[in-house]
């Protein structure tokens, strides 16, 4: 019952920075968590950062301090702050939902990172 719409991916230089948004929308659910996993070619989907509602945040090793993952509970909106991007981020970033009964995912918006 939750349809999530992503945002903001795009292709820019190394060092560059991009925030990505996922807007979730519906009823009948309650939302747990919010968070962002993304794929590379060839690889398989790895976790990048979560939120909970109450406000704590986990993150991968390969992204802690250059990406800030950010909610705007009112509007079921989560926020990916990423800084000083390079080649390794490149991938298919995939918006999720942890609901009550079960989780939902996004299409995915595409982040390239190359000069």
């Known amino acids: 019952q939750v349809q999530l719409v992503e945002s903001g991916g795009g292709l820019v230089q190394p060092g560059a920075s991009l925030t990505l948004s996922c807007a979730a929308s519906g009823s009948g659910f309650s939302m747990l968590m919010m968070g962002w996993y993304r794929q590379a070619p060839g690889k398989q989907r790895d976790l990048v950062a979560t939120?909970?509602?109450?406000?704590?945040?986990d993150y991968a090793d390969s992204v802690k301090g250059r990406f800030t993952i950010s909610i705007e509970n009112a509007k079921n909106t989560v926020y990916l702050h990423m800084n000083s991007l390079n080649s390794e981020d490149t991938a298919v970033y995939f918006c999720?939902?942890?609901?009550?009964?079960?989780?939902?995912w996004g299409q995915g918006t595409q982040v390239t990172v190359s000069s």
């Open positions: 939120i909970a509602r109450n406000g704590n945040t």
């Open positions: 999720y939902v942890l609901a009550l009964a079960r989780a939902y």
